[in-house]
């Protein structure tokens, strides 16, 4: 059998400038198709040119001489940083974000792509990582237009150092050059504000003469400050927990909706507490005027919603602490903080538990904290108190199945309710 002859074509390419002419062949050998590119015009290509390259090209393939060229592999270029942060907060949006963690992930991941975006990621060493922290320690925030705290810094550092965990795992880096201590900038130290015992109980008296004014909207203040010291809570769990998650009888209070697993937990309440909740639940009716029904928030409005966050920092607690300390004042006794915040009740539930001589893990369980960081900060801060009155804790945060008197304390470590 007489094999077939070479045969190929000739194409031309036009383009867009209508000066260049691009020449290439389409030849047939061994069994497969092959592009020969030639060049264009501007580097002498013409049709003439073109006919006699392409005999050329057939008289090889007919002899069996010929080879067809070698594919031209492009170097694989480097992923970039933007990429591979991009991907790290794609895969964490579809792992599930809660609103406030998506904003705070763009804020760091502002910063972190405003640097180098474009740099290469496999490029980048512990030198990068700290010239990069040098410039973020120059950077304005926006909204306070003041530099960056150390602490902002080392937040952007840490939303590097999680990105670049990833380039770790897809071996595009064999260590992780944003981690380490020394990559860090020194915080200063905070104190970190809780009230004393005897605080406690003003606040929660001057909410009870709040409420006895025009508060009609916030009815209920002092049973929330009270859950607030007293339980640890959120300001949005305590918001939000209907009337169904709490068990009077079993003496816990169920958080369905949390930041974190941990956060998913069973709160139990001290008899103290217990007594405020009863108080409070005794009154919702006449207040109300109807049986609260079980989607009723415990710490509801008049008309039976959700109470608003804001309302609570800046209304309730700023005119609560006004009273308390106009009371204290009078009787010679520090102040409570002018500017106190949820936040800081959920420490002085911490401390006041500590005091106690709880379970630094079951405290832990209590707040639905993973990280311990926060627990061992007040616990340390309660080492090193002199002076307490342990008798006034002790009536704040025993249980209702404990001693009422003092010497009860730390000799049963509570267990996290199941």
Not at 177 to 206: I, S, W
């Amino acid at each position: 059998m007489v094999p077939r002859a070479a045969t190929g074509t000739i194409e031309c390419h036009e383009w867009k400038d209508g000066r260049t002419v691009s020449w290439r062949l389409r030849v047939r050998a061994y069994g497969q198709r092959y592009r020969i590119d030639l060049g264009t015009n501007h580097e002498g290509w013409s049709e003439d040119r073109a006919k006699g390259e392409l005999d050329r090209v057939n008289e090889q393939i007919e002899r069996g001489t010929w080879r067809p060229p070698e594919p031209i592999v492009e170097p694989q270029k480097s992923e970039t940083l933007h990429v591979t942060a991009s991907r790290f907060y794609q895969r964490k949006k579809q792992e599930g974000l809660e609103p406030k963690t998506e904003a705070d992930y763009m804020w760091r991941l502002k910063y972190l792509l405003g640097y180098e975006p474009e740099k290469p990621t496999d490029s980048i060493d512990v030198r990068w990582v700290d010239d990069f922290r040098e410039w973020l320690v120059k950077q304005v925030s926006g909204h306070t237009k003041r530099k960056l705290s150390p602490r902002a810094v080392n937040m952007v550092l840490s939303m590097l150092a999680m990105v670049l965990d990833d380039a770790v795992e897809y071996g595009q880096l064999s260590g992780n050059p944003a981690r380490g201590p020394r990559r860090r900038l020194r915080e200063p130290q905070k104190r970190r504000t809780f009230l004393e015992p005897d605080m406690v109980v003003d606040l929660l008296d001057a909410a009870k003469e709040w409420e006895g004014g025009e508060q009609e909207a916030t009815y209920g203040g002092r049973a929330l400050l009270a859950a607030l010291c007293l339980g640890g809570f959120r300001i949005s769990e305590a918001i939000e927990v209907p009337r169904s998650h709490l068990d009077i009888h079993a003496e816990v209070l169920r958080v369905g909706k949390a930041k974190t697993e941990a956060g998913e937990r069973d709160v139990e309440l001290t008899a103290f507490l217990l007594d405020e909740l009863r108080a409070h639940l005794a009154g919702t009716p006449s207040r109300l005027g109807r049986r609260p029904t079980p989607d009723t928030p415990v710490f509801h409005t008049s008309t039976g919603g959700q109470q608003n966050a804001s309302n609570i920092r800046t209304r309730l607690l700023v005119e609560t602490v006004d009273i308390a300390n106009k009371k204290r004042s009078r009787e010679g006794k520090l102040l409570l903080p002018a500017k106190l915040t949820p936040h800081a009740l959920r420490r002085t539930f911490a401390s006041l538990a500590l005091t106690a001589g709880r379970d630094v893990s079951w405290v832990m369980a209590q707040l639905g904290h993973r990280d311990a960081r926060m627990t061992l900060e007040v616990y340390a801060q309660v080492l090193k108190r002199k002076r307490v009155d342990r008798a006034q804790v002790w009536e704040l945060m025993r249980f209702s199945d404990e001693d009422e008197q003092v010497a009860g304390v730390g000799e049963r470590e509570r267990t996290r309710a199941a």
